[in-house]
Antibody
Framework: EVQLVESGGGLVQPGGSLRLSCAAS????????MNWVRQAPGKGLEWVSI???????YYADSVKGRFTISRDNSKNTLYLQMNSLRAEDTAMFYC??????????WGQGTTVTVSS | DIQMTQSPSTLSASVGDRVTITCRAS??????LAWYQQKPGKAPKLLIYKASSLESGVPSRFSGSGSGTEFTLIISSLQPDDFATYYC?????????FGQGTKVEIK
C-alpha cells in the first residue's frame, strides 16, 4: 500500500527549530517528486517546497532561507528542517507525492505550533 | 507569483444538484491545474489533474475543464459524500499556488 506518515510536529518557541519527517511506504521517495504543503488553522492550503528525484529543490518565498527539504534514501523518508520559526508558521504540515499528475498521495499531517 | 481565484467561496446545494466551481489564474498556466477535495480534519484528496484528467478511483460525476486562465470543476449530481471544501492548484510555475477554496454546503 502506498502511504505517507508524517511526524515531528509540536510546540516550539518563536525563533526555534523543528524537523519534520515523512516516512514513505509502497514507493521510493528518491524516485519521485516529494512536496510539503501546509495549512494554517482555519485557512487554505499553501505549497511549501518540492524536491525532485535529481535533488533539485524549490521553495515558497515565505520559507526560503529558513526551511530546507531533504530526504534519506536509505530510510525512504522525506524531511523538512524548519529554522527561525515564526508565529505565522503555525500550521498542519502535509507531505505529498507528485508533480505532473497532481499531488496524488498525502500523509495525515503533523501539527506545528509556534508560540511562546 | 500566479494568483488563483476561486468562485464562489461558499456554495449551498442539494443532493442531486449540478455544481460548478470556477478557478481563474492571474496568468496563463496552460493545463497545469489540479483540483482537490478536503473534508474537515482530513488531508486533501486529488480529484482532477492536468485540468481535465480524472484521478483513478474518483467518481465520474466529477469533471474538469479549461485551459489558459479559466478552469471549471463540475459535479454532475451532488452526493452526500461531496459536501466538502474544494481547492484548485496551479503547478505551471513556482511557487505553486492554491485557490482560496470553495466550501460546498448542504442547502
Amino acid at each position: 500500500e502506498v502511504q505517507l506518515v508524517e511526524s515531528g510536529g509540536g510546540l516550539v518557541q518563536p525563533g526555534g527549530s523543528l524537523r519534520l519527517s515523512c516516512a514513505a511506504s509502497g514507493f521510493t521517495v528518491s524516485g519521485d517528486y516529494m512536496n510539503w504543503v501546509r495549512q494554517a488553522p482555519g485557512k487554505g492550503l499553501e505549497w511549501v517546497s518540492i524536491i525532485y528525484s535529481d535533488g533539485r529543490t524549490y521553495y515558497a518565498d515565505s520559507v526560503k532561507g529558513r526551511f530546507t527539504i531533504s530526504r534519506d534514501n536509505s530510510k525512504n523518508t522525506l524531511y523538512l528542517q524548519m529554522n527561525s520559526l515564526r508565529a505565522e508558521d503555525t500550521a498542519m504540515f502535509y507531505c505529498a507525492r507528485g508533480y505532473f499528475n497532481g499531488l496524488d498521495v498525502w500523509g495525515q499531517g503533523t501539527t506545528v505550533t509556534v508560540s511562546s | 507569483d500566479i494568483q488563483m481565484t476561486q468562485s464562489p467561496s461558499t456554495l449551498s446545494a442539494s443532493v442531486g444538484d449540478r455544481v460548478t466551481i470556477t478557478c481563474r489564474a492571474s496568468q496563463s498556466i496552460s493545463s497545469w491545474l489540479a483540483w482537490y477535495q478536503q473534508k474537515p480534519g482530513k488531508a486533501p484528496k486529488l480529484l482532477i489533474y492536468k485540468a481535465s484528467s480524472l484521478e483513478s478511483g474518483v467518481p465520474s460525476r466529477f469533471s474538469g475543464s479549461g485551459s489558459g486562465t479559466e478552469f471549471t470543476l463540475i459535479i454532475s449530481s451532488l452526493q452526500p459524500d461531496d459536501f466538502a471544501t474544494y481547492y484548485c492548484q496551479q503547478y505551471n510555475s513556482y511557487p505553486w499556488t492554491f485557490g482560496q477554496g470553495t466550501k460546498v454546503e448542504i442547502k
